[in-house]
T-cell receptor
Framework: KQEVTQIPAALSVPEGENLVLNCSFT??????LQWFRQDPGKGLTSLLL?????REQTSGRLNASLDKSSGRSTLYIAASQPGDSATYLC?????????????FGKGTLLTVNP | EAEVAQSPRYKITEKSQAVAFWCDPI?????LYWYRQILGQGPELLVQ????????DSQLPKDRFSAERLKGVDSTLKIQPAELGDSAMYLC???????????????FGPGTRLTVL
């Protein structure tokens, strides 16, 4: 059974700081990995998707890396802003026979202080 | 930009009552998912449809939960009777294909926040 762990559970940083969020997973036979953002009481917004054959993806100030063999991914946020405050969720996609299952971590709650 | 629609956004009910949630996936997306997210946790899959067929409902509490996608487009998730422990965010997602090796990216709706009193 796939298990996804996110560290730290919560992080508070001053505005402008660069930061790294960590995600680890137990079953390395994944198809892809997604990073999501969730604002309080809202749905999930996809930030980046990394295919299993890729090492990293970039979008603006966000960079996600994937080390499939070691079961790790990081989300790097450059020059953090108060608007980045949210919960960040990591999820991995595995095959479960005839269907594909997305397993989530519990998330990292990020607070960026002005 | 196409989005997954869900309604209602919020629902308050008393225990033992019936509740229903509706989801309209992105047009053309064959796969539809219902997730439950308890506060402070990641979403957990309840049921997955490929077109109108259920492909995974192993985590759906079938004694009280039911889900259908009759025409392979929109879907309804029902709880009857609701219990206090059902209070959570119910998220619907859709993806274009299940083809191995292709991009299987899930797009989420805004969710329905259920409170059971």
């Amino acid at each position: 059974k796939q298990e996804v762990t996110q560290i730290p559970a919560a992080l508070s940083v001053p505005e402008g700081e660069n930061l790294v969020l960590n995600c680890s997973f137990t079953d390395s036979a994944i198809y892809n990995l997604q990073w999501f953002r969730q604002d309080p009481g809202k749905g999930l917004t996809s930030l980046l998707l990394i295919q299993s054959s890729q090492r990293e993806q970039t979008s603006g100030r966000l960079n996600a890396s994937l080390d499939k063999s070691s079961g790790r991914s990081t989300l790097y946020i450059a020059a953090s802003q108060p608007g980045d405050s949210a919960t960040y969720l990591c999820a991995v996609l595995n095959s479960g026979g005839s269907n594909y299952k997305l397993t989530f971590g519990k998330g990292t709650l990020l607070t960026v202080n002005p | 930009e196409a989005e997954v629609a869900q309604s209602p956004r919020y629902k308050i009910t008393e225990k033992s009552q019936a509740v229903a949630f509706w989801c309209d996936p992105i047009s053309g997306h064959a796969t539809l998912y219902w997730y439950r997210q308890i506060l402070g946790q990641g979403p957990e899959l309840l049921v997955q449809f490929q077109d109108e067929s259920v492909v995974d409902d192993s985590q759906l509490p079938k004694d009280r939960f039911s889900a259908e996608r009759l025409k392979g487009v929109d879907s309804t998730l029902k709880i009857q009777p609701a219990e206090l422990g059902d209070s959570a965010m119910y998220l619907c997602a859709s993806s274009p294909d299940l083809v191995a090796g292709g991009i299987n990216e899930q797009f989420f709706g805004p969710g329905t926040r259920l409170t059971v009193l």
